[in-house]
């Protein structure tokens, strides 16, 4: 009955005609920048954190998650009628979903994704429901000790599921970290690394840093990059209802892809790209005729879908039970909430019930808005396609540089973000990922304020960490980790599945 309560709060919340509004305008934005190449879901997020200052909590959160799971929906439109992947999470529906447009199956194709997006949308909005409530349990059982142990074990997941070199990762998680440390220690007074300048006593501002490496430093290496040459748009669209035979090939692939995007998504530092292309590849994998593949299966298009919708909404379940954010979108959401005043941790359950099911009853129905509207607007998405970056960068500066001085009237805020602009620049073009950076800086502060806390109900003894059952089996996890990395065969299979 708990559930059910929990649920028709979730939807009184979420039905509301402002929440319902602002719904709407997240999941269109979200598609706009899924069919948009190079302006992915991050960026955007970080660009509209100053927004959303002035609006209600669960107004703020469900917009920006409205533009999360919405951007999965855009990027499979262009990837299948032009071959150009708005989003990441999209290259991989390129491949089956173009050929069956070029095969004169365009509409099939985008049924199929629709359907598959909005069926693994569902199906995770339950999976969510399902275990918000015991694991909100479980985390009301966390002290300082077992809540440092599983920030560990998110910032060594976040390591060793990043894209690239696991010692830059190291480093990138190492340097938030130490980023988080600038500003006056509570517990001295002392200034730490501000170098004698005010506006650091604070901290380093989250959304300065965020919109400058993931915001402006994207579209700055967008704009040297020669525009894609995009094959040709089909001038007509048919068959938008797909037949009963594609719908009983495709069901199978929906249900895996939106298993494995269930799963993947709640790991630490997975990504957008991790779920669409493990589930395509089990789908080969498992297929009778895996030479089928990339030549038009209706199954590389139906199971990718449903596992980046399903990936992008689960992802949710450490931020809203825990206060641990998967991935660098979720721990902007943490600096959304950070801007309404709300500490997120294991008791945000408890203390924001209408937020946290808001938001959860607002995926399903952000779910049901774009189903409808994605759809019939098919030739509005492909026509954004040519725009060029010249004339979006000057306004993307211009609103970066507006909100950025609106969080706190301070130009200083300004250059800090111009400058992890160019910090964010550099690392793209040296290929050092910045989203574990982005981690540390979050969740630094919050793992020195919990290890200091388990200090001293501990009275300095470190044995505390390893007595206790919940954050011994949380850094057991760790270790288990590591000596699995350390195999010769796992790092092998890792670094193929990165370059794949």
Known sequence: MELFDNLLLGFSTALQLNNLLYCLIGVFIGTAIGVLPGIGPIPTVALLLPFTYGLEPASSIILLAGIFYGAQYGGSTTAILVNVPGETSSVITCLDGHQMARQGKAGTALAIAAISSFFAGTVATVVIALLSVPLSVLALKFTAVEYFSLLVLGLFAAVILAHGSLMRALAMVLLGLLLGLIGIDVSSGAARMTFGIPELSDGLDFVPVAMGLFGLGEIIANLERPAEERSSIPQ?????????????????????????????????????????????????????????FGKGAIEGVASPEAANNA???????????????????????IGALMIQGIQPGPQIMHDQPA????????????????????????????????????????????????GTYGIANSTFNIWLMLGCAAVGYFFIKVRVEPAPLLLGLVLGPQLEENFRRAMLLADGDFTVFVSRPISAVLLGTVVVLLLALASPAVFRKRKEALVE
């Open 236 to 292: 007509g669209v048919h068959g938008l209802m797909p037949r009963w035979a594609d719908l009983k090939a495709a069901f199978p692939a929906m249900v895996r892809g939106t298993a494995i995007g269930s799963i993947m998504g709640v790991l630490p530092g997975g990504g957008a790209a991790l779920p669409p292309f493990t589930a395509y590849a089990v789908e080969k994998k498992i297929a009778r005729d895996p030479s089928r």
């Open 311 to 333: 990936g992008a909404q689960t992802s949710f379940i450490p931020l809203l039970t825990l206060g641990i954010p998967a991935n660098a979108l979720m721990a902007l959401m």
């Open 355 to 402: 937020l946290v099911w808001g938001v959860i009853a607002s995926m399903w129905t952000g779910n049901l808005m774009l189903l409808i509207i994605n759809l019939p607007l098919i030739g509005l998405w492909v026509a954004m396609l040519k725009i060029p970056y010249r004339l979006l960068f000057p306004a993307i500066a211009l609103f970066c540089c507006i």
